[in-house]
């Protein structure tokens, strides 16, 4: 039988565990607080029973009726009355030794940041290796995948990015898109946003879908090509509705010019356009038809700012739900579901919000 012995009060016990109140005077009285408390860990617990039983009952028998063993309880009861309440907390741990010094991790970062030498074009844990045993640091593979690990660090990754040229006007072209937005939709002039989508491959596995067990989509890995197809957007801001004309023949300034006439066509002479800096938005031809027609006023969004044109989310939409997973056998099947989906979407269209607009 083990007999606990009184300490000093604890008054603040740390974070593991929680505040005595006035009344557990005793260690037998803070031990009942902990075994009995809701917001206590376990294993604090759990040890702060291991320790009110001993004092009633021999080792053997308290490990028996706990599920663990003599050297457990003689642990937390000499623990408890050499250090009080607290010994119940868990002991600060070293842990592994550091085999490699930070000198090592920082010059591992300075190789992964830079340029692989030939003849390959992405580094790999055994060239890093390498790299690193010729600056003197005798690392492993393991210990290159656990740093570039904790680093998340892809060396196998390549993100692609555009350094855009800085744009004087950018903000006042990105404003006078966003206001001529908001004014579509209080009744003003027709703001239309235009764009191509090109070179759809269409492309048709040698066999038919089928399913897995588990329900999921298969699809055969080989396919053949049945040519590309290419559509002209068409989007109406102040409604939403989406038009989506598919080309004919080279997209280039005569094939956009008819686009214009279309769209003159069918909205009068007087609508805000908005459009890219693509070759044949650009071109002498355009320009030319463009000063025949004032009332065409024309808003070009900055150079690889293609997010600031409504309608490059439509395409971005068209192709997740119709053309990325889609089985056409030929170009006018593409086209027909793309017409499927533009009758579907323009029955619940809304007028176009821009995301960083906060009212709408």
Not at 134 to 152: F, H, K
Not at 156 to 183: M, N, Y
Request: hydrophobic share 40%; with cysteine.
């Amino acid at each position: 039988m083990t007999v606990i012995k009184d300490a000093a009060p604890s008054v603040a016990v740390g974070t593991a565990l929680p505040t005595m109140p006035r009344t557990a005077e005793t260690i037998e009285q803070q031990l009942q607080y902990v075994a009995a408390h809701p917001g206590v860990a376990q294993r604090h617990a759990f040890r702060a029973r291991l320790v009110l039983a001993a004092a009633a009952k021999s080792l053997r028998a308290v490990a028996a009726a706990h599920g663990t063993t003599r050297n457990t309880v003689r642990k937390w009861v000499r623990r408890v009355a050499a250090e009080g309440i607290e010994g119940l907390l868990d002991v600060l741990r070293s842990g592994r030794p550091v085999l490699y010094p930070d000198a090592a991790v920082r010059d591992l970062v300075t190789v992964v940041t830079s340029k692989r030498p030939g003849p390959y074009a992405l580094w790999t844990h055994r060239a890093l290796r390498e790299a690193m045993w010729d600056l003197n640091w005798g690392v492993t593979c393991s210990w290159v995948t656990t740093t570039l690990n904790a680093l998340r660090l892809k060396v196998h990754r390549v993100r692609g990015w555009i350094h855009r040229r800085p744009d004087p006007g950018f903000d006042a072209k990105v404003t006078a898109v966003q206001q001529a937005v908001s004014a579509a939709k209080v009744g003003a002039r027709p703001v239309l946003s235009l764009d191509e989508k090109t070179s759809h491959p269409v492309r048709t596995p040698v066999r038919a879908d089928s399913r897995a067990g588990d329900g999921s989509l298969r699809r055969e890995f080989e396919y053949v090509r049945k040519g590309t197809v290419s559509w002209y957007g068409v989007q109406d801001c102040a409604s939403g509705a989406v038009e989506m004309v598919r080309a004919r023949s080279r997209m280039d300034p005569a094939a956009f010019i008819e686009v214009l006439e279309y769209l003159k066509d069918v909205h009068g002479a007087d609508f805000v356009l908005i459009m890219d800096n693509g070759p044949a938005h650009t071109s002498r031809a355009t320009t030319a038809w463009l000063a025949e027609h004032p009332g065409i006023e024309v808003l070009l969004t900055p150079k690889h700012a293609s997010w600031v044109n409504p309608i490059e989310s439509v395409f971005g939409i068209v192709t997740r739900q119709v053309l990325g997973h889609g089985w056409f056998t030929n170009g006018d099947g593409c086209d027909q579901a793309v017409q499927d989906w533009v009758g579907e979407r323009n029955r619940t269209h809304r007028p176009v919000r821009f995301t960083w607009q906060r009212a709408a």
